[in-house]
């Protein structure tokens, strides 16, 4: 049996219809890696840098979150907590909104009981109850965007508490409930 040019064509038009349908279902293994989610940090106390991949293909990644937890210890003390991966993915989306991919210095992140209430007993705008004591908050500039501009967008997001120390330079984040101060 031989076909005519033209089942010919159309075999081969359904082949290559159904082709882009495969594709269009499972993307390939570099899209699939674009999801991937880096974020670069510098502490303003210890002096010390961190530039890691935290999420990728579709989960987060544990050994990442464990250094990640490392470096945003309680500096004074030592004690470490587990950083909320949702703080993270704030500070990614943040970041790429403001279309940046620079690093964040960190001024805070978690904070031991022992730490804060120190920091409560010199200052007023220290919270009894603050999301530092429970990994869910970061205190943070972001290099090359104006403080202004870093507070607008991560309350524009509506994902945390969000607040502006214009003095000290910075802005607080956490996965708190939507607030502002």
Do not use: C
């Not at 991937?36 to 002096?47: E, G, K």
């Not at 205190?139 to 502006?164: K, N």
Request: charged content about 25%; cysteine-free; aromatic content about 8%.
């Amino acid at each position: 049996m031989t076909m005519t040019k033209i089942q010919r064509q159309t075999l081969i038009g359904l082949a290559l219809v159904g082709l882009a349908g495969i594709v269009a279902v499972a993307p390939p293994r570099d899209v699939r890696a674009a999801d991937a989610r880096q974020l670069s940090f510098y502490h303003t106390h210890t002096q010390q840098s961190l530039d890691v991949v935290y999420y990728q293909n579709g989960k987060y990644v544990e050994s990442a979150l464990d250094e990640i937890n490392h470096f945003l210890k309680d500096f004074r003390t030592g004690d470490i907590a587990e950083m909320d991966p949702k703080l993270l993915d704030i500070l990614h989306d943040v970041r790429n909104e403001l279309d940046n991919d620079g690093t964040y210095e960190v001024i805070s992140a978690y904070r031991s009981p022992k730490t804060n209430e120190m920091l409560r007993s010199r200052s007023g705008g220290v919270a009894r109850k603050s999301q530092h004591l429970l990994g869910n908050a970061i205190d943070v500039r972001l290099r090359g965007v104006p403080i202004e501009d870093l507070r607008d967008t991560a309350l524009e997001m509506q994902r945390g508490g969000v607040g502006y120390y214009q003095k000290s330079d910075f802005v607080h984040m956490d996965t708190g409930r939507v607030r502002r101060w």
